[in-house]
Structure formats: C-alpha cells, structure tokens
C-alpha cells in the first residue's frame, strides 16, 4: 500500500495561489532583504522571482549552517576511486577553504557580476570554486571536463571570465587526462582572454604554469588560509545570476542557461524536503558530475542548501575497481538517497547481472534510489527495485529547470509509481501536452510537453546575452509556454510519459549532446561534402551518435581512412564526452524534395523500428542504399 500522499493538496494549494506557495518556502532561506513580492510579471523576458529580495547563495549554503550549529558537521565527503584519495571537509573547514580562495579572487579583482569560468575534475577544490564565485557575488561557469578546447574556447567568448580556475589533470579509470594543454589551446583560439587562470597541481600530473597568467592554487590559498582571512558574503539581488552552465542547442554553439539567486535557493531547497525527502545533517549522493546541472542542483547547491552531507565521487560506477564501488560508498557513508543516471545502472547490471556485489555490503542506510537524466527504461528500474529494496524514482527534469519538471516527490509521501512514468508535474509546473497546432492533446496522445507561462522559481530567466534566442528556442513556437522541446503524453491520472526529443538533441549515457553540433565538425573535414550524425539506440549508454558522410567528387583516399579521421576530429573538437565512435561513408543521403535529410527514417532503419517510406522522399532508391551500407557494418538492431 502507498504511503497517503500530501502531493494533490500541495500542488492545489500552489495553483491556487503560487505567490503565496513561493513566498513561504522563501522563508526557509535567510536574506539580507527579504523578498515581500514572489513574483513581477512585468521584468525579464517573462518576469522574474522575488524582484526585491536581497541575499547570497554561498552564505545559505555554508554560513548559515555553521550559525545554526552544524559547522562540525561533514559538509562534503570526497571519494575518489581513481586516485585512492579520501577526505572529509566539515561546514567550517569548508569556510576556511572558500574565503581563502574568494580572498585569491578579490587579490585578483574578482567583483560582483565578474564571470569566472571552472573547468575542473571532481575534485573539493570545484566545489570550493564555485561557493567562493558565488561568495563575492560573482558568476561561475562549470564546463565539464570531458569537452576539448574548441568547446571550451566558445564558451570563454560567450561569457568572457575575468578569470579562470582549473587543474592540471582529470583521472579516468584508463588514462590521465591533461587539462592544461586543453585549457592553453582553448585561451590561445578565444577572442576573450582571461586575465589569470589559477590551476590545483594534481600529484597525478603536474603541469607548467604560464608566467604572469598561471597561479598554483595551493599556494595562492596557503598565505589566506595562514592569516585566517575572513571575506563577507556580499549582497546580491534574488535576480542576479549565480551561475551560467553552457548546455546544447541545436547547432554547435552552446545555450548558456542563466540560474538566478533567489528562486534557485528557494526552489532547491524546497525539493531537498519535498521531493527527496533527506532532513539537514542526512548524506545525500548524485554520482553525476559537477560540469552538468545534476552536479550543480545536487551535488553542491541543493545538500548544502539543506545542511547535508554530499558525497563527491571521483569514479565510475564499474571498473572503479567494480560493480560493488556504488554499494561500498553507501555503507562507508551512511548514504540515504542515492541520485544517478540510469546508465549508470546499465552498467551495473552488465557486469554484475545477479547484483551478487550489492550482498557484500549493508546498504540498509538507503532509503530511496533517484534516477533523471535520461529515459528510465523498465528493464533497469525492475532490476534496481529488486536488488536494492528501496523505491526506484523516475524524475524528469532538464538543464534548462535545474529541478523536476516531473517526478514522484517522496517528501510529501509516495505516489503509486507507473514504471515507464517520472510521475506527475511538480508544484510550479502547470504542463501541458500541445499538439503541432498548439492545440491541448486529448489524454493519451503523443504530442509537444510544454510548460505554461510563467516557468517555476529557479527555472532559467533568459540566456546569458541572448534574450532573443531565448525567445526563439523556447517561447515562439507556442505563445505563452516554455516548449521543452520533449514529446511525451499524459494520462488520465495525470501521470506524465517523455518519450523522445523533438530536436536533435541526443542522449548518450545520460550527457546531453547536439547532433547538428557534430554535423558542423564534420563538415569541416577537408574531404566531406556534407553529412549527417543520428543518434541510435544502445543498451548501455541509451543512445549513440552514428555519422554519415558523402565525400566531395574526387576524393579517392580509403574510405577507412578518411572514417577514422572523422572520429578523431569530433573528439579532438567535441571531446571524448561525444562518444563519437562510428563514421560510415556513403554515396548518397535520403531527402525530402525539399532538401531535408530524413534523419528520422534513417534512425528507424538502424534501430530496426518499423518505418514508412516518406511520401515526401526525393528518391527512394537512396533508402535501399543506406539500408544495405547499415547492413554491412552490422548496424541494424534486431527488430523491435
Ligand atoms: N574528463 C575527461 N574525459 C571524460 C570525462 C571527464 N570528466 N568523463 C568522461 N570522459 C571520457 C571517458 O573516459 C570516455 O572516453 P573514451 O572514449 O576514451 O573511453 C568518453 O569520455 C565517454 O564517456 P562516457 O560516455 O561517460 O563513457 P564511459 O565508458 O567512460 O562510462 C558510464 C560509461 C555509464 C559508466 C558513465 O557514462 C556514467 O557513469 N554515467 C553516469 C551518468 C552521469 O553521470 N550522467 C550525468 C547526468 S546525471
Ligand atoms: P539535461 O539538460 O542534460 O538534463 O537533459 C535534459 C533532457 O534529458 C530532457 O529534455 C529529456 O530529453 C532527457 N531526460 C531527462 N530526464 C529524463 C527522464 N526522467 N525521462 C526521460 N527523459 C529525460
């Protein structure tokens, strides 16, 4: 029997009066001026939360703690598989590492409103980053360290950072990755240079430093952290940003999604209660990174919001050393709510198909298994609620909302789960179900997920510099909702099924990734006419890219050749995050009369989906050729 639920009374009582709702979970979080308005329709692109409120994001996050008693309490608990280190930072050991590095950043002008790009490993020293960024009222710009210079070059001009904080290297379970050659191509290709970048000398690699650009962190840190060098939160209004996280759009350049303060710290740390349902001082774990909104949301903002304990895991959930790695941390730890992509289950599951690891360990401590990021597929949720005993929640959210758009909120107690479902929209979210015309789907059909207007505290106010492509990307296509560019139906219960993208956005092992921003890299190559990347079904990581290629006339190179320099290219310009694997020259491409490629036919034909000929299709003959190129390279899935 389901635990009786407060959710329908919760989610009436926001829709009833959402000012209200908003206004009491503000005063969960201290502010220099309290917000005594939840909401101005008439500010931003679409308005803005809480347009009088005053506070900071790293003093409720830390400060605030330590004034209520916690400071002895572990604020992070680092756990890193790769390099056999182990460390623990209480609440006012975490304050003495983010003054000392926001006294580096004053030293080095770091202001108010000033960006400061992160690009580093899972690490202590990033999460300190971006507590002391946020500590002087500054921006931060997480960039994930599994992206190459090109990306990170376009995200330095986008947001221009005063300064940038990194470390020499990031360790893979099968090689050591150098950061710094990375971050030094990526400064000489950008237009917007920094004027200091401050680089954590990792024992794994040490790098050079630039004279008079680099500054060895730990050294910078050493003389503050001597002299106990205190450094104010500084005062910031609810509606300046705390962050920009670059995430993918349709083409090759990244949406910087812009995170305000105060709707950011009042909506996270409401889900931590309601949606979680993890008290201050529980030890709470999302095995994600911080490069991505799921490490932002959940490994730093939303626990430290709450007076948690976060895990920072610097593994893999296989082969860090095992399958076991996930189930040893939650004993070590004492983890109560464990939060991953269900890729990562997949891979679990491969390797230790039985779960006889998890019986090594006493797991008892966890109560509830999170899953987001990706479509939650039957087989994997099965499976965890089997071996691990605890509820399997299903949650839907995306960078862009930086909390559940849907989900099952534990907190307000259980909804029956519809495996196949995240469950139904959260308070704040009034979603809808539109078909092309714009028109509600009746119950049951496939059609565009929207949101209606105006979208939840916490969600993104516009794009960094780019209110017009906000607009355009979200808001134009059905007036007065955010499209999510997601398709999905709902049911009668309300429950809330995603089913695909809309764009041409794909998801490899729950990373977000743009094929038309691949297309633009391959289209670089010398020898390639034009092309097309589709994303097709994988057991493990959901999806892969696949790219098709048709050479200029007269190039006579192996096609072998020129294939496995298009991988390299993707990996060299995207990075290894793209998962790029498979380049398949062929002599033609399938299109409309219009000149469209039918990417979707294609897919179907490689995921062995049935398919129809497209009534608009220019020549029909090109399918057969496609069909049979998949055919001997193996591609074509068994039937589904
Ligand atoms: N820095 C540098 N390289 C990185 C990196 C980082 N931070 N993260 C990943 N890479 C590299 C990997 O080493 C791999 O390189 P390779 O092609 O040389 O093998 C490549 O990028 C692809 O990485 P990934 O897709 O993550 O595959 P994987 O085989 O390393 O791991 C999983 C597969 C399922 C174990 C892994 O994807 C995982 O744990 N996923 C959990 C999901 C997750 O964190 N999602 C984020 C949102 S919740
Ligand atoms: P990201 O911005 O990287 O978090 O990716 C967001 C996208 O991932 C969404 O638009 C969905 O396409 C997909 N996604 C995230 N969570 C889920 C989920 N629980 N079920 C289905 N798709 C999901």
Redesign the pocket.
Same mark, same amino acid.
């Given at each position: 029997m389901a635990q009786a639920s407060s959710y329908h009374d919760v989610y009436k009582a926001w829709k009833t009066d959402p000012d209200g709702f908003w206004l009491e979970q503000a005063k969960a979080i201290d502010w220099f001026e309290a917000p005594t308005r939840a909401f101005d329709a008439g500010m931003g692109v679409y308005g803005r939360w809480f347009p009088d409120g005053v506070g900071n994001t790293c003093h409720n996050a830390v400060d605030r703690h330590i004034a209520a008693g916690r400071g002895d309490q572990d604020a992070i608990i680092y756990d890193s598989p790769v390099t056999g280190a182990k460390a623990r930072y209480s609440y006012s050991g975490l304050l003495k590492e983010v003054e000392a590095l926001s006294a580096v950043l004053r030293d080095k002008g770091v202001e108010k409103g000033d960006r400061v790009l992160i690009y580093m490993p899972m690490i202590p020293e990033a999460v300190f980053a971006m507590l002391a960024v946020a500590r002087l009222g500054a921006i931060h710009s997480v960039v994930f360290g599994g992206f190459a210079a090109h990306e990170l070059t376009t995200r330095i001009d986008d947001c221009a950072p005063k300064l940038i904080i990194s470390a020499s290297c990031g360790v893979e379970p099968s090689r050591v990755v150098p950061y710094k050659p990375l971050l030094d191509h990526a400064i000489d290709l950008a237009k917007s240079k920094p004027s200091a970048c401050i680089v954590v000398q990792r024992e794994n690699l040490v790098c050079d430093l630039v004279d008079g650009r680099d500054i060895d962190y730990e050294k910078a840190v050493a003389a503050h952290k001597a002299a106990g060098t205190k450094i104010a939160c500084t005062p910031v209004k609810a509606t300046d940003p705390l962050y920009i996280l670059y995430?993918?759009g349709t083409t090759g350049s990244p949406k910087g999604v812009v995170r305000d303060t105060g709707g950011h710290m009042v909506a996270l740390n409401w889900t931590m209660g309601a949606i979680y349902g993890v008290e201050p001082g529980e030890v709470y774990w999302a095995a994600s990174d911080v490069g991505?909104?799921?490490g932002h949301s959940y490994i730093v903002y939303g626990p430290l919001l709450r007076g948690c304990t976060t895990i920072l895991f610097e593994g893999k959930p296989v082969g860090t050393p095992d399958a076991g790695t996930f189930w040893r941390v939650i004993e070590e730890y004492g983890v109560v709510a464990l939060f991953t992509a269900p890729t990562a289950f997949r891979a679990i599951k491969k390797d230790d198909p039985d779960g006889r690891l998890i019986g090594k360990y006493d797991i008892k401590s966890l109560r509830t298994l999170f899953? &987001? /990021?990706?479509? &939650?597929d039957p087989d994997t949720i099965i499976w965890a609620q089997e071996h691990l005993d605890v509820p399997v929640i299903?949650?839907?959210?995306?960078?862009?909302t930086g909390w559940t758009i849907a989900g099952n909120p534990v907190g307000l107690g259980m909804l029956p789960v519809k495996i196949g479902s995240?469950t139904v929209a959260m308070p704040g979210y009034d979603i809808r179900v539109l078909d092309d015309s714009g028109h509600e789907a009746p119950d049951g059909t496939l059609g565009n997920i929207v949101v209606k207007l105006p979208l939840a505290p916490g969600n993104l106010p516009t794009l960094w510099n780019a209110d017009d492509r906000f607009r355009s990307a979200y808001l134009r296509d059905f007036p007065g909702y955010y499209k999510?560019?997601?398709a999905g139906i709902r049911d009668a219960d309300g429950y809330i099924f995603?089913m695909?993208?809309t764009d041409d956005?794909i998801?490899v092992a /729950?990373?977000?990734l743009s094929t038309g921003g691949m297309e633009e890299v391959i289209a670089g190559h010398r020898d390639v006419a034009e092309c097309a990347v589709i994303g097709i079904s994988d057991p493990m990581k959901g999806q892969m890219p696949l790219g098709l290629i048709v050479l200029k006339s007269g190039v006579t190179r192996p096609h072998a050749e020129i294939e496995k320099e298009v991988v390299q290219l993707v990996r060299d310009e995207i990075g290894p995050v793209a998962a790029f694997k498979t380049a398949l020259v062929v002599t033609r491409l399938p299109k409309t009369r219009s000149g469209k490629i039918l990417r979707g036919t294609m897919q179907k034909i490689a995921d062995g989906e049935a398919w129809k000929m497209p009534a608009t299709i220019d020549d029909p003959a090109i399918i057969e050729e496609i069909t049979d190129a998949f055919a001997a390279r193996d591609i074509i899935k068994e039937g589904n």
């Amino acid at each position: 029997m389901a635990q009786a639920s407060s959710y329908h009374d919760v989610y009436k009582a926001w829709k009833t009066d959402p000012d209200g709702f908003w206004l009491e979970q503000a005063k969960a979080i201290d502010w220099f001026e309290a917000p005594t308005r939840a909401f101005d329709a008439g500010m931003g692109v679409y308005g803005r939360w809480f347009p009088d409120g005053v506070g900071n994001t790293c003093h409720n996050a830390v400060d605030r703690h330590i004034a209520a008693g916690r400071g002895d309490q572990d604020a992070i608990i680092y756990d890193s598989p790769v390099t056999g280190a182990k460390a623990r930072y209480s609440y006012s050991g975490l304050l003495k590492e983010v003054e000392a590095l926001s006294a580096v950043l004053r030293d080095k002008g770091v202001e108010k409103g000033d960006r400061v790009l992160i690009y580093m490993p899972m690490i202590p020293e990033a999460v300190f980053a971006m507590l002391a960024v946020a500590r002087l009222g500054a921006i931060h710009s997480v960039v994930f360290g599994g992206f190459a210079a090109h990306e990170l070059t376009t995200r330095i001009d986008d947001c221009a950072p005063k300064l940038i904080i990194s470390a020499s290297c990031g360790v893979e379970p099968s090689r050591v990755v150098p950061y710094k050659p990375l971050l030094d191509h990526a400064i000489d290709l950008a237009k917007s240079k920094p004027s200091a970048c401050i680089v954590v000398q990792r024992e794994n690699l040490v790098c050079d430093l630039v004279d008079g650009r680099d500054i060895d962190y730990e050294k910078a840190v050493a003389a503050h952290k001597a002299a106990g060098t205190k450094i104010a939160c500084t005062p910031v209004k609810a509606t300046d940003p705390l962050y920009i996280l670059y995430t993918s759009g349709t083409t090759g350049s990244p949406k910087g999604v812009v995170r305000d303060t105060g709707g950011h710290m009042v909506a996270l740390n409401w889900t931590m209660g309601a949606i979680y349902g993890v008290e201050p001082g529980e030890v709470y774990w999302a095995a994600s990174d911080v490069g991505w909104v799921v490490g932002h949301s959940y490994i730093v903002y939303g626990p430290l919001l709450r007076g948690c304990t976060t895990i920072l895991f610097e593994g893999k959930p296989v082969g860090t050393p095992d399958a076991g790695t996930f189930w040893r941390v939650i004993e070590e730890y004492g983890v109560v709510a464990l939060f991953t992509a269900p890729t990562a289950f997949r891979a679990i599951k491969k390797d230790d198909p039985d779960g006889r690891l998890i019986g090594k360990y006493d797991i008892k401590s966890l109560r509830t298994l999170f899953l &987001a /990021g990706e479509r &939650a597929d039957p087989d994997t949720i099965i499976w965890a609620q089997e071996h691990l005993d605890v509820p399997v929640i299903d949650h839907w959210w995306q960078t862009e909302t930086g909390w559940t758009i849907a989900g099952n909120p534990v907190g307000l107690g259980m909804l029956p789960v519809k495996i196949g479902s995240p469950t139904v929209a959260m308070p704040g979210y009034d979603i809808r179900v539109l078909d092309d015309s714009g028109h509600e789907a009746p119950d049951g059909t496939l059609g565009n997920i929207v949101v209606k207007l105006p979208l939840a505290p916490g969600n993104l106010p516009t794009l960094w510099n780019a209110d017009d492509r906000f607009r355009s990307a979200y808001l134009r296509d059905f007036p007065g909702y955010y499209k999510t560019a997601d398709a999905g139906i709902r049911d009668a219960d309300g429950y809330i099924f995603v089913m695909s993208r809309t764009d041409d956005i794909i998801n490899v092992a /729950g990373h977000r990734l743009s094929t038309g921003g691949m297309e633009e890299v391959i289209a670089g190559h010398r020898d390639v006419a034009e092309c097309a990347v589709i994303g097709i079904s994988d057991p493990m990581k959901g999806q892969m890219p696949l790219g098709l290629i048709v050479l200029k006339s007269g190039v006579t190179r192996p096609h072998a050749e020129i294939e496995k320099e298009v991988v390299q290219l993707v990996r060299d310009e995207i990075g290894p995050v793209a998962a790029f694997k498979t380049a398949l020259v062929v002599t033609r491409l399938p299109k409309t009369r219009s000149g469209k490629i039918l990417r979707g036919t294609m897919q179907k034909i490689a995921d062995g989906e049935a398919w129809k000929m497209p009534a608009t299709i220019d020549d029909p003959a090109i399918i057969e050729e496609i069909t049979d190129a998949f055919a001997a390279r193996d591609i074509i899935k068994e039937g589904n």
